[in-house]
T-cell receptor
Framework: EAGVAQSPRYKIIEKRQSVAFWCNPI?????LYWYQQILGQGPKLLIQ????????DSQLPKDRFSAERLKGVDSTLKIQPAKLEDSAVYLC??????????????????FGPGTRLTVT | AQTVTQSQPEMSVQEAETVTLSCTYD???????LFWYKQPPSRQMILVIR??????QNATENRFSVNFQKAAKSFSLKISDSQLGDAAMYFC????????????????FGKGTHLIIQP
């Protein structure tokens, strides 16, 4: 089974430029997550999709970050314009969380290799 | 909101010895999951072990086991017979289980513990 794919693996941009990251989840996984991991910290959830709908974007800086998941499969995360503090690893994860069930069963989030963004 | 605290930025252990990584968390929920993830330099997050809060029995996976103390909100990871391949960042994470339908279930992570294995 193929894992979560992300591209690019590395990106260097100057501040105020824009950048986009791509994620392809594991086939059949309806739930997709984007996390931001700043150096020396644990990942922080930015946005969660269930199919092509947003479930949680409470920690997404909406003035500069946007994300979409057209057709409920691939997803892109965009930053425009980038700031120095956006330098981080951006991790995508997916899960086969069953919808509509109270009391979550023991499902796992599978992570991609991440994209390391450096803003200069 | 839930918080996860890992108070050990770095731990070092001799190969073949046992090491314990600490994690505490804060939540008002009664139903949740706790996880330990391993992140090697490749950045790929790998699930090490999972604990369901409603289970009193501590989870074990081969050389990895946890000590889950629900009342104390403590969740430590014990690695037995440490191997060079265990060297990595280890993150403790929390996930709510109190959702229905399309509820949010993103992970809340601690800051991590860097585990060094001395040959």
């Amino acid at each position: 089974e193929a894992g979560v794919a992300q591209s690019p693996r590395y990106k260097i941009i100057e501040k105020r430029q824009s950048v986009a990251f791509w994620c392809n989840p594991i086939s059949g996984h309806a739930t997709l997550y984007w996390y931001q991991q700043i150096l020396g910290q644990g990942p922080k959830l930015l946005i969660q999709f269930q199919n092509n709908g947003v479930v949680d974007d409470s920690q997404l800086p909406k003035d500069r970050f946007s994300a979409e998941r057209l057709k409920g499969v691939d997803s892109t995360l965009k930053i425009q314009p980038a700031k120095l503090e956006d330098s981080a690893v951006y991790l995508c994860a997916s899960s086969h969380r069953p919808p509509g069930l109270a009391g979550a069963p023991a499902y796992e989030q599978y992570f991609g290799p991440g994209t390391r963004l450096t803003v200069t | 909101a839930q918080t996860v605290t890992q108070s050990q930025p770095e731990m070092s252990v001799q190969e073949a010895e046992t090491v314990t990584l600490s994690c505490t968390y804060d939540t008002s929920e009664s139903d949740y999951y706790l996880f330990w993830y391993k992140q090697p330099p490749s950045r790929q997050m790998i699930l090490v072990i999972r604990q369901e809060a409603y289970k009193q029995q501590n989870a074990t996976e081969n050389r990895f086991s946890v000590n889950f103390q629900k009342a104390a909100k403590s969740f430590s990871l014990k690695i037995s017979d440490s191997q060079l391949g265990d060297a990595a960042m280890y993150f403790c994470a929390y996930r709510s289980a109190e959702w229905e339908g399309g509820g949010a279930d993103g992970l809340t992570f601690g800051k991590g513990t860097h585990l060094i294995i001395q040959p």
